[in-house]
């Protein structure tokens, strides 16, 4: 199959100048969001291709740049061949009669002042498509019902109809100037879930009558799973993974796709399954993570230069520096919360109470106990000493000097499984990274991936 929309090394920042928090804190320098960075995919004719992620990945950045909805700050985009980057005004008007986008809300998407004729007949208009009005007139009503919806409804307004049937006409209205493509952005998660199916129906309908290739934005892994044929995960501004849908949920690679599908509800209530959990929310794309985005939530991180400790542990001190580091930990709160408990108020006793309730989690629901090593055992003591003594910035220091991933050093890059359809970007995957930290490592301590390899 050959490509049809090409995306070459997308990049979009917005600078953070026109946001709410800025308006409301104009002192503040001006920084940079950096919603999608060097984004490379393509969509091959006839298929559907998923893009997946947790809100706030660079999902509807990446689309909108592609289609220059926005413009992009860096990076091509090819369609058929032609460079969409390059288009003038003319070509892409062109452009977009070829390539139409469905939004989440259809209520939002649709002038409440045009009846359904005149939301349907007016891009007709504007492309040339039909001799007359009488012509897009009927053109309009044959559309509305092979999307679902009687020709009578062509003199309503948006306000008379409900979600499921303005999305209908939503598409209606993507559909009259013939595209080749549709960019589908959340298409139904405003919708009721039985509404959900009809229109996921419907859409999967059309693609096959009309040989549409589509992108297919989604949050929902169990719909993506039943829409496309191929699917790229996006973690903050990049792409983690894609793959076959069947092989994506099959075999997944990266930590990040195995944690998002480990979320997916299972409908018999019998079937356990190991939850991934991820810590927090995704980050701000201002001033994202160093290395690979993902490695401070990521559950198979890879240890530091002579760690020889579990994961389990090696996650916990991670997730001590962090907390150390965004100024979570008070001392002097466990110190009063030891003498509510007429408990001793040494330093030494804060800091062993600091040590159970956030490195070993002895008694913490849910939470399973944890030794480290004992040179660990000894320097995260020492960081926690520091913190009990007032210098917090010195405990941050001390932790950092020890204790830094190898996925920090670097951007990882694409590689590539199988019969080169599948690809994950993550450290774990690259043999000469993970041979390079081996040396330095002993063994690798990392639970359920097998060092380096790349199937
Ligand atoms: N105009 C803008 N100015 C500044 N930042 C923006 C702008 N638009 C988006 N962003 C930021 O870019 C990042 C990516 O947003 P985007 O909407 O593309 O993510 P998404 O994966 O589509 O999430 P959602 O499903 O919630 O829409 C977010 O951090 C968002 O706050």
Not at 67 to 77: K, M, Q
Not at 141 to 156: I, K, N, P, V
Request: hydrophobic letters at 35%; glycine letters at 6%; proline letters at 6%.
């Amino acid at each position: 199959m050959s490509s049809l929309l090409t995306i070459d090394g997308l990049t979009k920042h917005f600078s953070e100048k026109d946001s709410l928090i800025r308006r409301l804190r104009p002192d503040q320098e001006v920084r940079t969001v950096r919603a999608v960075d060097d984004v490379s995919l393509d969509v091959k004719e006839g298929e559907t291709l998923g893009l997946v992620g947790e809100s706030g990945c660079g999902k509807s950045t990446l689309a909108r740049a592609a289609v220059r909805l926005i413009e992009p700050t860096d990076g091509s985009v090819y369609f058929d061949g032609d460079e969409v980057t390059g288009f003038s005004r003319s070509e892409l008007r062109e452009f977009r009669s070829e390539v139409q986008v469905v939004f989440q809300d259809p209520f939002a998407s649709l002038n409440p002042r045009y009846t359904v004729a005149k939301t349907l007949m007016e891009p007709m208009r504007v492309h040339n498509i039909g001799a007359n009005d009488t012509e897009r007139r009927e053109r309009a009503a044959s559309l509305l019902e092979r999307c679902g919806l009687g020709a009578e409804h062509l003199d309503r307004h948006p306000h008379e109809f409900s979600g499921g049937q303005r999305q209908r006409i939503a598409i209606a209205r993507a559909l009259s100037v013939e595209p080749s493509m549709l960019i589908a952005d959340e298409p139904v998660s405003a919708l009721d879930v039985s509404v959900q199916a009809r229109i996921l129906n419907l859409l999967d309908e059309l693609r096959e009558e009309m040989g549409l290739s589509m992108l297919f934005i989604s949050h929902d892994m169990s719909i993506v799973r039943r829409v496309c044929d191929r699917v790229a995960v996006m973690y903050l501004g990049k792409i983690a993974e894609v793959a076959p849908t069947d092989r994506l949920f099959t075999d997944p690679q990266h930590p990040y796709t195995q944690a998002l599908l480990s979320a997916i509800p299972v409908p018999d209530p019998t079937v356990e399954r190991d939850r991934v959990h991820l810590e927090g929310d995704v980050p701000t794309p201002i001033d994202p993570p160093s290395g690979c985005r993902f490695h401070p939530r990521c559950p198979k991180v890879i240890p530091t230069e002579g760690w020889d400790g579990s994961q389990a542990a090696w996650q916990r001190v991670l997730a001590l520096k962090r907390r150390l580091a965004a100024d979570e930990l008070d001392a002097e709160t466990t110190r009063e919360h030891l003498e509510d408990e007429r408990k001793s108020v040494s330093d030494d006793a804060v800091v062993q109470e600091l040590y159970d309730e956030h490195v070993a989690r002895k008694g913490v629901a849910d939470a399973e106990t944890v030794s480290l090593p004992p040179d660990a055992n000894d320097t995260v003591k020492s960081a926690l000493q520091r913190l009990v003594a007032g210098d917090r910035d010195g405990a941050v220091a001390m932790l950092e000097r020890s204790y830094t991933t190898p996925c920090a050093r670097e951007e990882p890059s694409l590689t590539t499984h199988g019969a080169g359809t599948h690809q994950s970007a993550c450290h774990l995957h690259d043999p000469s990274f993970v041979t390079q930290s081996k040396s330095q490592n002993g063994e690798l301590a990392v639970d359920g991936i097998a060092s380096g390899d790349a199937r």
